[in-house]
């Protein structure tokens, strides 16, 4: 790394180490996470969203997922319908699922 990328870097407040925190940084995102309801309901309204022809795009920045989970629910909706999406045991996941703040609650409850 240059001297002046160095020094840009340090002016964000950004870390060159892994897995340093980064402290004072805008870019900090706080997560929550959800209830199976929550994520079921999450899942309805982004089928809505696809069902009005809203794109990829726009669930991604209204619910806070990545572009992989929104085209797995597209091709779910598309191909297995809106059950695909309901809550049950054939469709857990391993892992809990977080959403960034701006994402959440769009009226579920």
């Not at 797995?72 to 809106?82: I, M, S, Y």
């Amino acid at each position: 790394m240059t001297e002046d990328s160095l020094k840009g870097i340090r002016e964000t407040g950004l870390s060159t180490s892994p897995g340093t925190p980064l402290q004072s940084s805008p870019f900090v995102v706080h997560v929550e996470t959800l209830s199976r309801d929550e994520m079921e309901c999450r899942r309805m309204e982004a089928a809505d969203d696809f069902l009005h022809g809203l794109s990829h795009s726009h669930v991604v920045a209204k619910f806070g997922v990545s572009r992989t989970t929104a085209s797995r629910w597209h091709r779910a909706l598309t191909a297995k319908g809106l059950e695909s999406l309901r809550k049950g045991e054939g469709n857990r996941k391993a892992k809990p699922t977080h959403v960034r703040a701006e994402g959440a609650n769009h009226g579920c409850v």
